[in-house]
């Protein structure tokens, strides 16, 4: 049995009609940018994450980058981020020439630990960036209460938790201004890149429509030195066919990350996901962690069974990074978390006795090292 880490038959194969005819009537429209198509889905997305205004942008780094410029931060602002987190939100960080304030998650369910949070605030503190890491609504109640104590902007990066929830509301309403990505391989995918920026606020809705086109709204009039960051008419036609399909998809997801758990249990080498008290997991990707992790990717792989490492290289210690001077030792969880995270293949389409096998395979592997 061969099992790829990620497929999308499961999600595309059956829409393929329908999505084939949104692209050709895109293609027949003769209107390519910033038309109908965008302004239907913001609205539908709007609606689908209980916000009043979605911006659809090119991709999710950018939504977030636009986020921090239309709240302002720039030189001189710290803005706190999870030590353990795709680059991308550090990126965004490092574009409008803010600090970069690391702070470590909870080892048990790997987002950020609003205890850790308070102690990293100083004087200078304009943000808090929560990721919602690996599917997971991280502890946004505790979150907006510092943020509201401290008198803070809060950003989230609902990059890989669409339809995920904090106490009954939904990631991506939170935050003044919050970032989302339709990168192919998230739970939400566009067939190409793309992204949004969720809000209630309007003002801030229109300050984002207007960086993400030149930073205007009048055409040939600029207000701003803005971007060319639009979602392009036919991605937002793709993502219009898939959108109704998400929580059904999502709900796929659960049922697959519910047998793993259960086929995975008692096994005393590995920690499995972990979800915190009154909030829910989209299981973007299924992590498992192991002291064994790289003896263990390698048996799944020469098994026919195909897993990816979220992420290998904290980003403080990316090469990209080194003129912060950070230290090896210095986010010892987020440093732990590189060196024993493992994603198990998880899809909409993948089925019980596919993931029944990847559990064998891995309770072999471990009863062969015992
Ligand atoms: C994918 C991702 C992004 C960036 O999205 P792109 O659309 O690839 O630019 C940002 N943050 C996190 C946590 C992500 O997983």
Redesign the pocket.
């Known amino acids: 049995m061969q099992i790829p880490f990620l497929s999308f038959a499961g999600q595309h194969d059956p829409i393929r009609e329908e999505v084939v005819a949104a692209m050709a009537r895109v293609y027949d429209s003769h209107w390519y940018v910033l038309g109908e198509e965008v302004r239907r889905f913001e609205q539908d997305y709007a609606a689908f994450n209980q916000v009043g205004h979605c911006v659809g942008v090119a991709?999710?780094?950018?939504a977030?980058h636009l986020c921090l410029r239309a709240l302002n931060v720039g030189p001189g602002d710290e803005v706190l981020v999870p030590s353990n987190?795709?680059i991308?939100?550090w990126l965004a960080v490092s574009y409008v020439g803010a600090t970069i304030v690391p702070v470590e998650p909870r080892i048990d369910t790997y987002n950020l630990d609003p205890d850790r949070l308070e102690e990293a605030i100083t004087a200078r503190t304009k943000a808090i960036l929560p990721?919602h890491?690996y599917g997971q609504a991280c502890q946004m109640d505790a979150i907006m209460q510092i943020a509201q104590r401290y008198n803070l902007c809060v950003v989230e990066?609902n990059?890989?938790a669409q339809g995920a929830s904090c106490q009954g509301r939904l990631t991506g309403s939170f935050g003044q201004v919050n970032a989302v990505?339709?990168?192919p391989g998230?739970n939400l995918g566009a067939l190409g890149?793309a992204?949004a920026v969720t809000t209630d606020d309007a003002f801030l809705a229109a300050q984002i429509r207007t960086l993400r086109n030149y930073g205007s709204q009048q055409k040939y009039r600029n207000e701003v030195v803005g971007y060319n960051s639009r979602l392009d008419e036919l991605q937002a036609a793709i993502l219009g066919v898939k959108l109704p399909y998400l929580n059904h998809w999502t709900q796929q997801r659960q049922q697959l990350a519910a047998w793993y758990t259960q086929h995975l249990t008692g096994i005393p080498e590995i920690v499995l996901p972990q979800t915190a008290t009154a909030c829910t997991h989209v299981y973007h990707v299924y992590v498992i962690r192991t002291r064994y992790r790289d003896e263990l990717q390698q048996y799944l792989t020469q098994h026919g069974i195909g897993t990816l490492i979220h992420y290998p290289i904290p980003a403080h210690l990316q090469p990209a990074y080194k003129h912060l001077e950070f230290q090896a030792g210095q986010f010892p969880i987020a440093e732990e978390l590189a060196r024993t995270s493992v994603s198990l293949p998880l899809w909409p389409g993948l089925t019980l006795e596919q993931v029944v096998f990847v559990c064998a395979c891995i309770r072999r592997f471990f009863a062969a090292a015992r």
């Open positions: 991709n999710g780094l950018d977030l987190t795709y991308a939100t990721v890491l990066d990059a890989q990505s339709f990168y998230k890149d992204g």
